[in-house]
Every structure is written in structure tokens, then in C-alpha cells.
């Protein structure tokens, strides 16, 4: 009897070892695609949309506004006003909503100081890598790497701060959804940019970034958890499932069907599978 206790606690000791290196590869993992989406985020304002000066909704897109206007660089008026939210969201959200955005908008505004230092020309100024009156093109490329560095960050629970956090506090005590919050306070920012620089064109630059932005954080999220249905209709279903759920470790569901033409039973597996 002692024996048999001993193997259950050896058996569950190394279960309990495997799930935490598990959790630790999964926690590294995470934290590595957020840094990569984070890298993809800064270049895509630090190359093509601040030379161009083009905004876009978001605590960056204010951050951009404050350089346009005063040469104060994104990512100082980034990370102090997302320091600020913080102090407010720990009372409100709790630390496990609190740690990774911490992580986000830091490395955020690291990457921007460093793209931005490696790209600064002699003058001190973004150069307009696309050349001169190529703001749409700038618009788009620049959207585009945003938007899926964004969809990597939150595909891996991360978050960039900013308006997420004064939506995430709002929803806690306002009946409203995050995403609208979200879009109320993007639609504010890039509307406002008509009253600062009275040129109708920074506004719809702003728009086309959002929705650019917004297209490609859903099509990376959504890529994500697209999956494909197989139906396996066959005489040996019984080897192939237990190769299905011994050697592939996919889970199967047995259906007992009827062959509409031969009137024999047939079993069909069927086997859901991500892309």
C-alpha cells in the first residue's frame, strides 16, 4: 500500500513538473511574439507614418499628434501618460490585467527611442523613405505593419496600453463594450486632427490608418483559431482512430451513419484540426 502512495506521488510530482516547464514555455513564447509585434509596431511608425505626419487613433496617435506640434518625440508623451493610467488601472483592474501592459508600452517606447535613433538623418528628421507625396502609400505600409504587430501582441494576451486602459476602466463601471469604447475615444483622436492642423486630408489619412490598422489585427487574430473539419470514412476507422488519438493526440468523434445508396452501416470519424 505504502508503495503504490509513493508511485501516485513520484506520478504526480513529475505531472506537476511537466505542467510548470509547460507553462514557462508558453509564458516565454508569449512574451517573445509580443516583443516581435511590439518591433513590427514601432517600425511602422517610426518609417512610415511619422514622416509623413499621418495619426492614427490611440495613446499613439496623440503621442504623434504632440510631435507634430511641439517635436517632443512618440514615445516620451507615450510612456509617461501610459505610467499615469497604470497607477490608475492597478486599483482599479488588479495586477494580472496590469503585467503585461506594463511590459507592452515599455517596450513600446524603447522600440520607438531606437528605430527612431536609427533612422534620424543628419538634420535631426524622419527621412521619407517612399519619397516625396507618397503619404498614401506611407499610409498603408505603415497601417499594415501596425496592424499586424497589434494582432500578434493581442494574439498572445499583451496589450500596448494606452486607450485599452481607459476603455478596460470605463466597462468596469459603464454598461458599454470595450470595443466601443475604444472606437469613441479612436474617433475623437483622428477627428481632432482637423481643429490642430485644418487640412482635411490628415483626417482621412487617419481614418484609412484605423480602418487598415483595425482590418488586419482582426484577420491575424482570426487566423489564428481558423480550423478544418475532416470526415474519414473507411473499413479500418477503428486503426485509424486510435492512431488519430494515440499518435496525433487529435480528438475524434464517432458517427454512426447509413449509406443512402447501399443501405449498409458505415463509421465516420470526424476530426477538427487547425490550420
Known amino acids: 500500500m505504502g508503495n503504490i502512495k509513493h508511485l501516485r506521488e513520484i506520478i504526480s510530482s ?27 509596431y514601432a517600425l511602422g511608425w517610426t518609417a512610415f507614418l511619422l514622416p509623413y505626419e499621418i495619426a492614427s487613433g490611440g495613446l499613439t496617435g496623440i503621442s504623434a499628434i504632440v510631435y507634430y ?18 497607477i490608475a488601472a492597478i486599483k482599479v483592474l488588479g495586477w494580472k490585467f496590469c503585467i503585461k501592459t506594463i511590459y507592452g508600452f515599455t517596450m513600446l517606447s524603447v522600440m520607438l527611442a531606437l528605430l527612431q535613433a536609427l533612422f534620424h538623418d543628419d538634420a535631426g528628421n524622419l527621412p521619407q523613405i517612399l519619397g516625396k507625396g507618397q503619404d498614401f502609400m506611407a499610409c498603408i505600409i505603415g497601417a499594415g505593419l501596425c496592424g499586424v504587430g497589434l494582432g500578434l501582441v493581442f494574439q498572445h494576451s499583451g496589450s500596448t496600453g494606452g486607450t485599452d486602459i481607459i476603455a478596460a476602466i470605463v466597462t468596469k463601471y459603464k454598461n458599454v463594450s470595450m470595443g466601443r469604447m475604444i472606437l469613441l475615444c479612436d474617433l475623437i ?26 482590418y488586419l489585427v482582426d484577420y491575424v487574430l482570426n487566423l489564428a483559431h481558423q480550423s478544418v473539419q475532416f470526415f474519414i470514412i473507411s473499413r479500418r476507422h477503428e486503426r ?14 464517432l458517427i454512426h451513419g447509413n449509406g443512402a445508396y447501399t443501405g449498409e452501416d458505415v463509421e465516420i470519424l470526424m476530426v477538427v484540426a487547425r490550420r
Open 69 to 86: 506640434l511641439t517635436g517632443v518625440e512618440m514615445q516620451y508623451t507615450y510612456f509617461g501618460v501610459n505610467v499615469l493610467l497604470i
Open 189 to 214: 483622436i483622428v477627428s481632432s486632427l482637423y481643429f490642430i492642423f485644418h487640412d482635411w486630408r490628415r483626417v482621412v489619412f487617419g481614418f484609412v490608418t484605423m480602418f487598415v490598422l483595425s
Open 14 to 40: 513529475g505531472k506537476a513538473r511537466q505542467w510548470r516547464r509547460t507553462t514557462i514555455w508558453h509564458e516565454v513564447e508569449d512574451y517573445v511574439v509580443i516583443t516581435f509585434g511590439l518591433t513590427l
Open 240 to 253: 485509424i482512430k486510435q492512431a488519430l488519438l494515440s499518435d496525433l493526440h487529435r480528438g475524434v468523434t
